[in-house]
Structure formats: C-alpha cells, structure tokens
C-alpha cells in the first residue's frame, strides 16, 4: 500500500510561488506514476499534472503551464511541484496521487493511491 504525504502549503499574495512536496512510502516509487490533482470549493476536482515513472515525460493542464513545474526525485521517493506566478483562481487543495501505469497522465482514474492534501491559498 502506497502512503502519500503532502506538505509545503500555504498562504502567498498573487505573483508569489510556493513549492509543494510529496513523500511517497510503502511502494516501489520509481515504478508509479504520479500527479498533482486540486480541489477547490464549490468545484470539481481537477488535475494539475501527470509525470511518468522516469520523470522524463509530463502533462500539464492548460492553466499550468508555463507557470507550474513538476519533478521527481526517485531516490528520495518525492515528488515535487513548483508553482509560480500564482493567482487567487489557484487557491485549492493540492493533492498528489500515484499510479501503476506507464505514462504521464491526467486522467484521475489512472491514479490508485491519493494523499490527503496540502492547501494553497492565494490572496492579498
């Protein structure tokens, strides 16, 4: 069983950024693939972005890229998202999420195992 734990939420002004972590437990990490899903209130869950296994392949929402990047270091089991240029529309649960498939992605039900969320807010 996958264990995932996020941290590095928090408060920022508009413009400002913040690095989101994700330690992974309980499973081979350099063989899952994984995300970064966001939640905020009063809409759906959606996703932010996918990596595979390797972190050589990613897939980013529209609204994230050219402003969030995400990596991995799979011999630490961490997953990593760094988000700039952040507006209040970014302000949401972050969660990360893991997989057993093979390319980046995302799609929510290609993710197994989910964290139970750091929150960002974006706000002057």
């Known amino acids: 069983q996958v264990q995932l734990v996020e941290s590095g939420g928090g408060l920022v002004q508009p413009g400002g950024s913040l690095r989101l972590s994700c330690a992974a437990s309980?499973?081979?990490?350099?063989?899952?693939?994984m995300g970064w899903f966001r939640h905020a209130p009063g809409k759906e869950r959606e996703a932010v972005v996918g990596?595979?296994?390797?972190?050589?392949?990613?897939a980013y929402a529209e609204f994230a890229k050219g402003r969030f990047i995400i990596s991995r270091d799979n011999l630490k089991n961490m997953l990593y998202l760094q988000m700039n240029s952040l507006k209040p529309e970014d302000t949401a649960l972050y969660y990360c999420?893991?997989?057993?498939?093979?390319?980046?992605?995302?799609?929510?039900?290609?993710?197994?195992?989910w964290g139970q969320g750091t929150q960002v807010t974006v706000s002057s």
């Open positions: 999420a893991a997989g057993t498939g093979q390319i980046a992605s995302l799609r929510t039900e290609m993710y197994d195992y």
């Open positions: 309980g499973g081979t990490f350099s063989s899952l693939i």
């Open positions: 990596i595979n296994r390797s972190g050589g392949s990613t």
